[in-house]
C-alpha cells in the first residue's frame, strides 16, 4: 500500500465515520417515533448493518501485507489430509497427487476412515502415509489429533480434500515461521475453480472475496488473522499447547482462538496456492452455512468468554466481529416484518420524513460503497473478484432463516449434528422442499398487498385513505423489495430442480 | 507501518480531519438538501396524483364520498366571498391526529353524523419539509369537500442559520420578531407560501399569528417585545404579500386571547381582517392556575369588544375538559348563549384532541364524544343550526 493509498483510504473512512455519526445524532433525535417497540427493532437492524460496514472499515484501515521471507531447507513438514465415507474416490486422486507434487520435501498423511481399501491402496500410489483412524470425535478434528500423536513433524499443513495445492504451496508459506518463534500458524487465501458451475457456486465464491481479500489482510494489521478449516500451516508446539486441534462445528475458528488466547501469533498470505470446490447447489451450500451460523454462534456465546481475558486489544474487537456476522439473520426477519406488520396494523416505528431520511443516509450509502470498492484493489485476484457481489449478496439474504436458525440452535444448546460439506451436487432435494421459505414470504406478500388494496377499496375511511397514500406505497415498496430480495433463493432452487433431472435423465 | 504509528499519524492528522469533514459534510448535506428541495414539489404532486387516482377508484366502488354530503354548500365553500360572509353558520374540526392520522376526525363525524365545512389544522413557519406550504393536507381536504382553516405560526426560530444567513442568530431572532417580519426580513418565506397558497385558488381560512397578545404563551407573545404596532405592521405586510401574490382567495381571520385585556390594539383595521377569531376552553380543574368556567363566563367580557369590529366571529378552538364540572350542561350552555346572547357567532370549531400535553405534563382530552349525552346534544344542535 502506497502511503497516498493509506491517506486516502483514511480520509474516506473518517468522513465515513463522520458521515454515521451525523446520521447517528439524526436517528435518535427522532421527533417522531410512533410505536418505541417498533422503533427499537428497527434501530437494531439498521446498526447492526452500520457496525458491519465499521468490520469492513476497520480491516481495511488496518490492511497490511507481510514481506515474504524464504522458506529454509531442511524443515520437517507433514500435510494431513482427510477422508470420510461417502466422499468421492476420484477427488483423492487430484488432490493427493497434487500434495504429491508440491516442491517442498514433506509427507503427505491420508488420515482415512472410510474403511475403502481402495483410499490405502491410492495412496501408497502416491507416495502418501496412509493412516487408518476410525470412530474418533469430531471428524476432522479428531483425526487430526490422533495423528498428531503419530507423527513427528514440527510443521503441518491441513490441506482440504476438495482444495489441489499448487507445486509452490510450502515455499509460499514456510519461511514465516523461522524469524518468529511465536508464529503459531499460517494461513493462506482460499480460492475456487468452480465458480462458473452454478449460480449457488458463483454466489458463494462472491461471499468469501472480500474476506480473503482487505478483511483478512486486515486481521492480519491487527494480529487477529484466523485459521479457516482448510490449508492452514500449523507449528506443531502450537497445537501441541493447546491440547490439539479444536473441536467442534467451527473447529478452525476454536483452534485459532484458543491458539491466540495461548499467545501464539498468525501470518495471513494473500495468495492463490490452491484452489478448491465451493458448494454448487443450493442444498449443500445452506447445510454448509447453517454448520457455520451454529459453530461461530457457539464460540462467539462459549469459547469468546472464556478466552477474552487473554485476547489482545485487536483481538477481543476482531473476534466479536466474526462472532456477530450471522445476527444478519436476526437483522432479515426485522426488515421482513415491518411493512408487513405496518400493512396490516398501522403500526408503524417512526414517521420519517424522506427529505431528512435522503439528507442523513446518502453520505453513509455513498461513502460505504465507495470505500467498499476502493478496497476491492486488494482482492486476491481483482481481475476475476472484482464487482458488486449481487449474487453473493442475494444468497446471504436468501439465506436469512438459516442463519437465524443456527443462532436459535446455539441460544438452546442444541447440536447439528456433523453435516460434511458435500463435494458432490446433491440430488435429493426438490424445488419445493428446497424453495419453502421464498415461496412463503411471496406468498405472504402477494396475500398483503391483495388485502390492503382490498381494504383501500372497500373498509378504510376516505380520508385516511386520501391521507397515507404515500406511507403506504412506500411499504407496499419495501414488501416487493423483500419478495425480489429472494429472487436469488429462489433461482437457486429452481436451478436445482432442473440439475436433478438432466442428471437422471443421464 | 506499524498499527501504532498509524494512529499516532491519525491522532495528529484528527485537526485537518475533522476541518475538511466539517466542510465535506456541510457541503453534500446541503447539495442533497437542495437537490431534494428541487423535486420536493414533484413528489409532492406525484403523492398527490396517486392519492387522487386511489380517491376516485374507492368513490366509484363505493358510490359515495365525503364531498358528496357537503354538495348542498358547494356553492359557498368554493367562494372566497361567500365565506366572508355566510348566510349560514359554519361549522369546522381539529383533530389531534392531524395529519398523519385522520381516525380521530371520522370517529367525530359519524358520532355527531355530521360532515364539518371547515377542516382546521396548525403548521408552523421553518425550514422542514413539513414547514413549507401544507399542499397534500389541503388538497385532500378540498377532495374530502371542506374548506381548510390554517392556524399559521410563525415560529421564526425554525428557521436555519446555514440557509438563512441574514437572519439574527437563533437565540437573538426572537425578541421583536413581528417588527421584523413587518420590515419585511421574513419575506424570503411568506412570498413563496402565498404564491402556493394563490395557486391553490381555492377558499382557505388563514388564522396568522393568534393569541399574539398573551405574553405566556408563544414567542411572538408581547414577552418578547413585541407592542401592538409592531404586531400590526407584521399583519400588514403579510397581508400586502398574499395581496400581491394575487392571493385573494385566502380569508383572513384575526384572533387574540380574549381572556387578556387590551387585545383590541392589535386590530390591525377593517380592510385587513375578514374574521375575528377567539378561542373558547374551560381547563376546568385540571391546574391550580384555572377553576371551572362556564361558556358565557369565559365569553361574556370581551364580546362588546369584539362586536365593535363589526365582523363575523369565529370560535377557533371550542372545548372543555371533564374535570371540575358538568360536561354536559357545559356545551347546553353554550349553544344556549350562541342562539341568544352571541348572535355574532358565525362559525365554530371543535378542538378535538384527545391528548393535548402542550400545558400540562399529563394528557388533557378535549372531546366532545367522551360523553355520550353532550354528543347527542351536540349532534342535534349542529343539525339544528346549519339548517338555520
Known amino acids: 500500500m502506497h502511503v497516498w493509498e493509506r491517506v486516502l483510504v483514511a480520509v474516506l473512512i473518517f468522513l465515513g465515520v463522520q458521515s454515521v455519526a451525523i446520521f447517528g445524532v439524526w436517528w435518535f433525535h427522532l421527533e417522531n417515533v410512533s410505536n418505541p417497540f417498533l422503533f427499537a427493532l428497527l434501530s437494531i437492524a439498521t446498526w447492526y448493518g452500520i457496525f458491519r460496514m465499521f468490520v469492513g472499515w476497520y480491516n481495511f484501515f488496518h490492511l497490511e501485507q507481510p514481506d515474504h521471507v524464504d522458506a529454509p531447507p531442511d524443515l520437517s513438514v507433514a500435510i494431513f489430509t482427510t477422508s470420510s465415507p461417502g466422499e ?77 495445492p499448487f507445486p509452490q504451496f510450502l515455499d509460499r508459506v514456510l519461511g514465516y515461521f523461522q524469524p518468529d518463534p511465536q508464529i503459531g ?76 488466547a495461548a499467545g501464539w501469533n498468525s501470518i495471513y498470505v494473500p495468495e492463490v496456492v490452491s484452489r478448491g470446490l465451493v458448494p454448487s447447489d443450493l442444498d449443500s451450500f445452506l447445510k454448509q452455512q447453517l454448520k457455520w451460523s451454529r459453530g461461530v454462534h457457539d464460540v462467539l456465546f462459549q469459547e469468546y468468554p472464556r478466552a477474552f481475558r487473554r485476547l489482545t486489544f485487536h483481538q477481543k474487537i476482531s473476534y466479536f466481529m466474526i462472532g456477530s456476522y450471522y445476527l444478519v439473520g436476526l437483522t432479515s426477519l426485522i426488515y421482513f416484518t415491518i411493512p408487513l406488520l405496518y400493512l396490516w396494523t398501522g403500526a408503524q416505528p417512526a414517521a420519517i420524513i424522506l427529505a431528512e431520511y435522503v439528507e ?65 451436487r446433491r440430488t435429493a432435494a426438490t424445488f419445493f422442499a428446497m424453495a419453502r421459505m421464498p415461496l412463503a414470504i411471496i406468498a405472504v406478500s402477494a396475500v398483503t398487498i391483495l388485502a390492503t388494496i382490498f381494504k383501500r377499496l372497500y373498509l378504510v375511511e376516505e380520508s385516511q385513505v ?41 | 507501518m506499524t498499527p501504532t504509528r498509524r494512529y499516532q499519524i491519525a491522532f495528529f492528522a484528527m485537526g485537518w480531519l475533522i476541518a475538511l469533514g466539517v466542510a465535506f459534510h456541510f457541503g453534500l448535506g446541503s447539495g442533497l438538501g437542495a437537490m431534494y428541495r428541487r423535486v420536493a414539489s414533484r413528489l409532492d404532486l406525484l403523492g398527490q396524483r396517486a392519492s387522487d387516482v386511489e380517491g376516485s377508484a374507492l368513490t366509484q366502488v363505493r358510490r359515495t364520498s365525503r364531498r358528496e354530503y357537503l354538495a348542498p354548500m358547494r356553492g359557498m365553500l368554493s367562494s372566497a366571498a361567500a365565506l366572508r360572509n355566510p348566510p349560514q353558520t359554519l361549522f369546522g374540526a381539529y383533530d389531534g391526529g392531524f ?62 442559520p446555514s440557509i438563512r ?102 386590530y ?13 376552553l374551560n381547563y376546568g380543574s385540571v391546574a391550580n392556575w384555572s377553576r371551572w368556567w362556564s361558556f358565557h363566563q369565559i365569553f361574556e367580557k370581551s364580546y362588546d369588544t369584539l362586536a365593535k369590529m363589526k365582523k363575523p366571529m369565529m370560535i377557533c378552538e ?39 400535553t402542550t400545558m400540562s405534563s399529563w394528557p388533557l382530552n378535549w372531546s366532545v364524544i367522551q360523553d355520550q349525552q353532550a354528543s347527542e346534544l351536540v349532534a342535534r344542535e349542529l343539525a339544528r343550526l346549519s339548517r338555520r
Not at chain 1, 475456487?192 to 458463483?202: E, G, I, K, L
Not at chain 2, 381516525?103 to 403548521?123: A, N
Not at chain 2, 390591525?268 to 373558547?280: F, T
Open chain 2, 165 to 266: 444567513t441574514n437572519l439574527p442568530p437563533k437565540e437573538e431572532r426572537e425578541y421583536a420578531s413581528l417588527a421584523s417580519i413587518g420590515k419585511g426580513d421574513y419575506d424570503f418565506y411568506v412570498v413563496p407560501w402565498a404564491k402556493a397558497a394563490a395557486e391553490f385558488k381555492k377558499p382557505i381560512f388563514l388564522r396568522f399569528a393568534h393569541e399574539m397578545n398573551d405574553p405566556y404563551r408563544y414567542p411572538w407573545g408581547p414577552q418578547n417585545g413585541n407592542r401592538p404596532e409592531d404586531f400590526i405592521a407584521a399583519w400588514k405586510r403579510v397581508h400586502e404579500v398574499f395581496e400581491k401574490m394575487g392571493a385573494t382567495n385566502v380569508i383572513w381571520i384575526w384572533s387574540p386571547h380574549i381572556s387578556m385585556p387590551w387585545f383590541e390594539y392589535y
Open chain 1, 466 to 506: 386520501r391521507m397515507t397514500t404515500e406511507a403506504t406505497f412506500a411499504m407496499i415498496g419495501f414488501v416487493l423489495i423483500n419478495t425480489v430480495l429472494m429472487s436469488g433463493r429462489l433461482w437457486a432452487a429452481w436451478q436445482d430442480r432442473y440439475r436433478k433431472d438432466d442428471e437422471e435423465m443421464l
Open chain 2, 268 to 280: 390591525p383595521g377593517d380592510e385587513y381582517v375578514d374574521w375575528v377569531g377567539l378561542g373558547i
Open chain 2, 99 to 160: 395529519p398523519s392520522d385522520t381516525s380521530g376526525l371520522v370517529q367525530l363525524e359519524d358520532q355527531l353524523r355530521f360532515r364539518f365545512p371547515i377542516i382546521s389544522f396548525y403548521t408552523a413557519w421553518g425550514d422542514k419539509p413539513d414547514q413549507q406550504f401544507p399542499w397534500r393536507m389541503v388538497e385532500t381536504i378540498d377532495r374530502l369537500g371542506s374548506v381548510p382553516m390554517i392556524t399559521w405560526e410563525p415560529w421564526v426560530t425554525d428557521f436555519d
Open chain 1, 185 to 260: 500458524f499460517v494461513q493462506v487465501a482460499q480460492a475456487y475453480y468452480n465458480p462458473r458451475q452454478s449460480f449457488v457456486a458463483r454466489a458463494a465464491a462472491e461471499q468469501t472475496y472480500t474476506f480473503y481479500g482487505p478483511i483478512m489482510q486486515g486481521m492480519h494489521g491487527t494480529g487477529t488473522v484466523v485459521a479457516i478449516g482448510a490449508n492452514c500451516t500449523f507449528r506443531r508446539s502450537a497445537l501441541e499447547s493447546i491440547g490439539g486441534h479444536g473441536i467442534g462445528l467451527a473447529e478452525d475458528m476454536v483452534t485459532s482462538i484458543r491458539l491466540h
Open chain 1, 88 to 164: 468421492p474416490y476420484e477427488m483423492f486422486v487430484r488432490t493427493l497427487a497434487a500434495a504429491r507434487d508440491i516442491r517442498y520435501p514433506h509427507t503427505t498423511y491420508l488420515l482415512d476412515d472410510t474403511r475403502d481399501p481402495r483410499f490405502a491402496e491410492l495412496a501408497r500410489e502416491m507416495g502418501a502415509v496412509h493412516l487408518e483412524l476410525v470412530g474418533y470425535p469430531g471428524a476432522k478434528a479428531g483425526k487430526i489429533n490422533e495423528a498428531l500423536k503419530r507423527t513427528t513433524e514440527e510443521f503441518i499443513l491441513v490441506l482440504d480434500p476438495d482444495h489441489i
Open chain 1, 360 to 424: 442523513h443516509a446518502i453520505p453513509v450509502g455513498l461513502l460505504g460503497l465507495l470505500i467498499y470498492r476502493l478496497s476491492q484493489r486488494w482482492l486476491c485476484d481483482p481481475a476475476r473478484e472484482r464487482g458488486w457481489h449481487w449474487r453473493g449478496t442475494l444468497l446471504k439474504i436468501g439465506a436469512w432463516n438459516i442463519y437465524l436458525k443456527g443462532l436459535l440452535l446455539a441460544v438452546r444448546g442444541i447440536s447439528v449434528p456433523y453435516i460434511p460439506t458435500a463435494k458432490e
Open chain 2, 318 to 356: 371550542l372545548g372543555t375538559l371533564a374535570q371540575g364540572g358538568d360536561f354536559l350542561e357545559w356545551y347546553k350552555q353554550a349553544f344556549y348563549h350562541i342562539d341568544h346572547t352571541y348572535g355574532g357567532v358565525r362559525g365554530i370549531i371543535f378542538f378535538n384532541q384527545k391528548n393535548d
